[in-house]
């Protein structure tokens, strides 16, 4: 028997008909905000919207401190009246209506934005909540407002920022023998002392960093190059408790090297830098020099640049990587062997992990997200597309608070952040769309033809604390961050667009 949650209207003015109303079916897929086993379907008002199924549900759970919902109906971010809804869709108000509640994605603000001299290729972030500080008790033990921000650069520069924006420590220009090939084209943390960088002078670098008592300034002092590559080195995926990196190159090559100079080879002397382009002379390497090694071993299967590459979050004995050549490929890294490989249509040029969906998110040249199934088991590719860019999708991350989060940057110039849950089928495929779009500060409000080429995003990172960083072509690091309980009753958005 259903229940009521509207008041009766018995002794109102018959002139005035009372709404219609619907029964709802109120289910979660999170064990920690469920109803009671036994709450039967609830009888609600059509013209209930977002904000007031919200407050019925925390009323419902008896919620000490009220938790902004939202609420999925056959796939769909419910945008407006119920109502309106049924309406929109053909559905009949005497139809019971299954609706999901999950907990509401914050519309992200800007926080900050971080000026450099070029285009930023990379972002990433050390916090108490990032990857290093499951790695080690010196990260996790960093409080909220000692995040620092790493940025990489095409003037060829790391930089280490604090979330004041104020540059902590800046790498010194790398010396080798391809200067005109100075742009940067990726830069992770390691560790909480150490980063690592690459380009397309084709070399990877480790730096030391080191911040003073204070915490006020640092420095970044090489420490290891690693050459092998014949191209620019464009991604790059850290393991610290192995000492393992992977390198995704433009030579459609992969690498695996290690953090250790130790456990590394010596470098191939061919592609060390030399006194004169005619390389006749002694590499230039003085006793002032980082080491200089090589790669514990350059995998090859693809036929085309390899954009991105990752660990398989479970198994860091397992990578995956994407490439222009259409195929995301598995590899097995003990056996430096091939295991898989996936065929797209369209060249794919990012890359990450939903781990608890056993999904990896490829960014395409067709300007859409592919969630693909790696394991062999999977009978199908692609098991969902999600639509809403404009141009290529070259950055993807994974929303720290959420299985079913993503964000992706695009050449289109935005951000966008999805819901995996919110889709529905369009001419045969599950299809997804954004839940908020993220315009660049730079060029906010400016007409697609207005904004040139310098709207492009490069890089995206998520992180629990500092938010939502995104390089770009307009030279800056973009800091978005939710605030406040969600979207109220008073602020539905239409499209969902931020600022």
């Known amino acids: 028997m259903a229940s009521e949650a509207t008041p009766s209207n018995q002794g109102k003015d018959p002139i005035f008909s009372p709404p219609s ?4 079916q109120l289910t979660t897929r999170h064990p920690d905000i469920a109803l009671p086993e036994n709450t039967g379907s609830i009888l609600v008002n059509t013209n209930l919207r977002r904000y007031a199924l919200s407050t019925l549900v925390n009323t419902l759970l008896q919620s000490e401190n009220p938790i902004p919902f939202e ?12 109502d309106e809804y049924l309406t929109a869709n053909g559905i009949s108000s005497e139809a019971t209506l299954t609706v999901e509640y999950v907990r509401a994605i914050l519309p992200p603000v800007h926080l900050a934005s971080f000026e450099h001299d070029d285009w930023v290729s990379a972002v990433d972030v050390l916090s108490g909540t990032s990857a290093v500080a499951s ?3 010196s990260a996790a033990a960093r409080s909220p407002g000692q995040e620092r921000i790493l940025s990489a650069s095409y003037d060829g520069l790391v930089r280490v920022w604090n979330m004041s924006s104020e540059v902590l420590a800046t790498s010194s220009p790398a010396v080798s023998g391809h200067k005109a090939l100075k742009a940067l084209k ?29 915490g006020f300034s ?16 464009d991604s790059l995926a850290v393991h610290q408790p192995s000492a393992k990196i992977l390198s995704a190159s433009a030579d459609h090559k992969l690498g695996i090297w290690s953090t250790k100079k130790s456990d590394a080879p010596e470098a191939p002397a061919s592609l060390l830098p030399t006194a004169n382009k005619r390389r006749k002379l002694t590499p230039t390497h003085t006793s002032n020099s980082p080491p200089q090694r090589g790669p514990l071993a350059l995998l090859e ?28 490929r598995t590899w097995d890294l003990p056996t430096q062997s091939l295991v898989d490989t996936r065929s797209n249509p369209y060249p794919l040029f990012a890359l990450t992990a939903l781990p608890t969906l056993n999904l990896l998110a490829a960014g395409t040249s ?46 289109d110039g935005s951000c966008r952040i999805w819901d995996v849950r ?19 500060e730079s060029t906010k409000g400016a007409e697609p033809r207005e904004r040139g080429d310098e709207s492009k995003v490069f890089s995206v990172h998520w992180d629990e604390r500092a938010g939502i960083l995104s390089g770009g072509q307009d030279h800056r690091v973009q800091i978005n961050r939710g605030v406040g309980g969600g979207v109220d009753s008073n602020n539905e958005r239409k499209e969902n667009e931020v600022g």
Not at 186 to 211: C, L, N, P, Q
Request: proline share 4%; hydrophobic share 40%.
């Open 218 to 233: 640092g420095t970044l002092t090489p420490q290891l190059e690693l050459y092998g590559h014949k191209g620019s080195v």
């Open 422 to 440: 919110a889709s529905k089928s369009e001419k045969g495929e599950r299809v997804g769309r954004s839940v908020f779009v993220l315009e660049r």
């Open 186 to 214: 990726a830069a992770k943390f390691i560790s909480s002392s150490h980063v690592i960088s690459s380009g397309m002078d084709r070399t990877v670098r480790i730096w030391k960093y080191k911040e003073d008592a204070e």
């Open 71 to 82: 609420f999925l109906i056959n796939g769909t971010f419910l945008r407006t009246s119920i």
């Open 135 to 137: 790695w080690e008790d």
């Open 301 to 328: 299967a693809h036929s085309a640049p390899v954009c991105d590459v990752i660990f398989a979050p479970a198994d860091p004995t397992v990578a995956y990587s994407a490439s222009m050549d259409h195929t995301l």
């Open 366 to 411: 067709a300007r859409h997200i592919t969630l693909i199934d790696p394991r062999t088991s999977a009978t199908t590719v692609a098991a969902m597309t999600l639509r809403g860019h404009t141009n290529w999708v070259v950055s993807l991350a994974t929303d720290p608070g959420s299985a079913y989060g993503l964000l992706s940057g695009g050449h």
């Open 21 to 24: 109303q619907v029964k709802l």
